[in-house]
């Protein structure tokens, strides 16, 4: 169960990160003033411990074999429910997001696939991806307009990257500053 919901989820790294870090050596270098490679060994670690420390501190999901990254990554987040209702089945309701299913890590970058109880959805109308907010949204159509509606399934299977593929500059910003502290 995560923040207290009623949804308990499983994290998989399926495609983990091939670089942890949030700076280029060149990029490094020129945060601590530094004009030749002579010290790369040294920078390079010190911007993997500054990687890892910001993923810490922003409480980046892992599975809890791969290291916590910002760097975007395929995951598999499996999420089951612990509620019956009679009539509907199953229930995946999240405990304060209405209709939205959380992911564990965002932003979202795309969504590979995601199954209701072994049953693919379409991607075109049965979910909406609210990227920013880690968020699915089910949608259900009532007189040929999308609504929002509850996730009704025992299991939920979601495949999906997260994270940034280049890294943004308010972040890169954040890890010059502790690089330099």
């Known amino acids: 169960s995560r923040n207290g919901s009623s949804v308990n989820s499983i994290l998989s790294i399926t495609g983990p990160a091939s670089d942890l870090t949030l700076f280029t050596d060149e990029e490094l270098r020129a945060a601590v003033g530094v004009t030749d490679s002579s010290q790369d060994d040294a920078l390079t670690a010190l911007g993997k411990r500054v990687a890892a420390r910001i993923a810490a501190v922003c409480n980046i999901a892992t599975d809890g074999v791969t290291p916590r990254t910002l760097r975007q990554e395929t995951l598999t987040e499996t999420f089951r429910s612990r509620y019956r209702w009679p009539g509907f089945g199953y229930s995946i309701r999240p405990h304060h997001e209405g209709e939205n299913l959380i992911l564990a890590r965002r932003p979202i970058a795309s969504v590979a696939s995601i199954t209701e109880d072994g049953v693919a959805l379409d991607p075109t109308s049965d979910y909406e991806i609210l990227s920013g907010s880690g ?6 159509e009532r007189a040929g307009v999308p609504m929002p509606w509850w996730w009704f399934a025992a299991e939920i299977v979601v495949v999906y990257d ?9 972040l890169k910003r954040a890890a010059e500053i502790l690089v330099r502290a």
Request: a neutral charge.
């Open 162 to 170: 997260a994270g940034w593929a280049v890294v943004p500059d308010d």
């Open 135 to 140: 968020m699915l949204r089910r949608l259900t």
